[in-house]
């Protein structure tokens, strides 16, 4: 499975892991561990991009709480059909692009957004799509937060939800930090780990 097929998936998912899947269950406690690290280290007017925003949930939940510019990309267009009518403030009032990470972030302008985040998207991107990481860091000006399946310990590089979606793992700390940035935090959960990254120039008052 190439990086096209991986994206083409996606594109049509439906049922399980589905925007409808995921606005249904809405804000949790995900929504608000990355609230709390915004609160922490970015004003309300910050400029906030999610990578694989889906319907919208964790964007929500930061709008609910008083952050005022928020953007996110999504591949599946039925995402939106759902944001429209489970989140229609956020609808209205972000920006959105119906497309690829890796076809929309070559567009932005260094330092595009203060903050960047992910919750279990970066570990969807084929191996072939790995310089997505250097435009992520490109365009982010203060704060990445990724929320990522990093594997077990079996050193598995890949493995396949259901039989279907392939999982990549990597060392997402790693990652970042070979680019410039600065892990300030880190959290390992059940499943997930959330690693919160500084930006090379960033103010360390954020």
């Known amino acids: 499975?190439?990086?096209h097929e991986v994206r083409r998936q996606w594109a049509d998912r439906s049922g399980e892991y589905?925007?409808?899947y995921y606005a249904y269950y809405g804000p949790d406690e995900t929504s608000e561990t990355?609230?709390?690290?915004f609160e922490d280290h970015l004003d309300r007017d910050a400029r906030v991009l999610e990578l694989g925003c889906s319907s919208?949930?964790?964007l929500a939940h930061l709008q609910?709480?008083?952050f005022e510019t928020l953007s996110g990309i999504e591949i599946n267009a039925e995402a939106f059909e759902t944001m429209d009518d489970t989140y229609p403030d956020l609808a209205a009032e972000g920006t959105f692009y119906c497309d690829a990470i890796e076809?929309?972030?070559?567009?932005?302008?260094d330092d595009r957004f203060d903050a960047v985040f992910s919750v279990e998207t970066l570990q969807h991107i084929h191996p072939d799509a790995d310089w997505v990481f250097a435009e992520l860091a490109r365009i982010t000006g203060s704060l990445l937060v990724t929320v990522e399946n990093e594997?077990?310990?079996?050193?598995?590089?890949?493995?396949?939800v259901h039989d279907d979606f392939p999982l990549y793992y990597r060392d997402w700390h790693r990652v970042f930090t070979d680019l410039g940035f600065e892990q300030i935090d880190a959290d390992r959960g059940e499943r997930d780990t959330v690693r919160v990254f500084r930006a090379p120039d960033a103010p360390t008052d954020a």
């Open 1 to 3: 499975m190439d990086s």
């Open 18 to 20: 589905s925007p409808e």
């Open 34 to 37: 990355i609230r709390a690290i």
């Open 56 to 58: 919208g949930r964790h």
């Open 64 to 66: 609910d709480h008083g």
């Open 103 to 109: 076809d929309v972030l070559t567009e932005f302008p």
């Open 151 to 160: 594997g077990g310990d079996d050193d598995a590089d890949v493995n396949y």
